[in-house]
């Protein structure tokens, strides 16, 4: 009996099925063995931009793919984007949904964080309030240009200013300078170093720092004495009898004081009487009325103090009798004298 040989049609036809097998099979892998979408609830996000985003594209949460994209439409001129998000992924009102990028081609997804637990729940057609579109390569570019142009105008006019032989002798000086002051620091740090100058010694004198050991020591020491009431000023702050009496003196102030208030007392009543205040008040505008007449020359006080003509008859009168005394001197012993006024007087 004779074999039967496959023709030529059998065996493309065999290859063909394998093709298609082995097509199926990468198409599996490629969607992830997925033949048909998970059971789940739909969420909705708005975004100002959704350039590059797909229908069918991946949803994650921490990197992992929670969901896929549903359908993206045009809402009151934002992107709304409904998402699937498989059954028992944990979605919360405060969650943030970004757009962003993976592989070698970009594809964008999206990437949500969860939210914290302690905020409400999302459920079937919630919304995620927060959103944030990735920033396309374009609007960085326009929002780079300005800044080039700055640094391209800041570029001409430093080659315009240096290009001149002003401007190069002008950065040739200003190199020269720093180069000396560097050389000046330098130099003045070798000398700090070696103890040279006021700073050096301060630096490397011994002495000068055993000085300051010594001083800390007694200044360590004379806090120790306060702090155990050693001293005057140790005293003043341990002694608990000086805290108490300084406290009843002033609860006796306080006292004091309540007392005044109160009206209590001479220096109380001389505070809060009213009649006494209206007294001293007439007191001080009689005496201004009687100060003002006397400057006017009203009355004899008033006479005496603004009459001419009366202080230059007094001065005449004291002259005359000056003069008389010193003439009855003249004429009289002391003794005689002495005798007459003394006879006088009794």
Known sequence: MEK????????????????????????????????????????????????????????????????RVKEIQLKE??????????????????AQAVIKS??????????????????????????????????????????????????????????????????????KETFLNIKRTSEDIRTMTLGLSRGEGTMGKLIRDDALYQDMRTTMAGLKDTVSQIQGGQGSIGKLIKDEELYNETKKTITSLQNMAKKIDSGEGTLGKLVNDDSLYKEAKETMANLNQTVKKINQGEGTLGKLVNDDGLYKETKNTLRSVTKATEGLQEQVPVSILGTVIGTIIR
């Open 102 to 171: 993976q592989g070698v081609l970009g594809d964008k997804y999206i990437e949500i964080s969860s939210g914290k637990t302690t905020a409400t729940l999302l459920k079937e057609k919630g919304l995620i309030g927060g959103s944030r579109s990735t920033m396309e390569l374009d609007d960085l570019l326009a929002k780079a240009m300005p800044a080039m142009d700055n640094i391209s105008d800041i570029t001409k006019n430093l080659g315009e200013v240096l290009g001149t032989p002003a401007g190069k002798n002008n950065l």
């Open 4 to 67: 039967k040989s496959f023709g030529i049609e059998v065996k493309v036809g065999i290859f063909v099925f394998i093709g298609l097998i082995i097509l199926g099979y990468m198409t599996l892998r490629v969607n992830k063995g997925k033949v048909k979408a998970k059971e789940g609830y739909e969420l909705t996000v708005l975004f100002d931009s959704v350039s590059g985003l797909v229908k069918n594209s991946p949803i994650q949460i921490a990197g992992i793919e929670v969901g």
């Open 77 to 94: 001129g934002r992107a709304q984007v409904t998402m699937t998000i498989n059954k028992g992924v944990l979605v919360y009102e405060d």
